[in-house]
């Protein structure tokens, strides 16, 4: 007897309930680096550039680890939202994470 092969349908997440996600993702964020930046607050105003790539590597790194153990950021699991693959929806692998949360976050934050 041949056994069915199971087809996952996904949808996928709309704008608003992205955007709620994103919220918290800032909030907790926020939270983080307020006391890392506690003692230096004219950090930001004297060396803004790297202030952006510190802020960079911090949301980096927290989408990163999100997306690859938990399938999502805090945000994203709270409002039931997952990062799977699109074919299998799988949990996605450790490139397709690297590459989705450093070169597509730092394409994303080029002006058009």
Do not use: C
Request: glycine share 10%.
């Amino acid at each position: 007897m041949e056994k069915a092969q199971e087809t996952y349908v996904w949808t996928p997440a709309g704008f608003w309930i992205r955007a709620a996600a994103l919220v918290i993702d800032s909030i907790v964020i926020s939270l983080i680096l307020a006391p890392a930046t506690r003692g230096m607050p004219s950090y930001k105003d004297e060396h803004p550039v790297a202030f952006f790539f510190i802020s960079f590597f911090f949301w980096g790194l927290y989408g990163a680890l999100g997306n690859l153990f938990f399938q999502g950021s805090l945000g994203k699991k709270l409002l039931g939202l997952k990062i799977v693959d699109q074919y299998e929806g799988r949990k996605v692998g450790f490139w397709i994470v690297f590459f989705r949360d450093s070169v597509g976050r730092f394409v994303s934050t080029i002006p058009l």
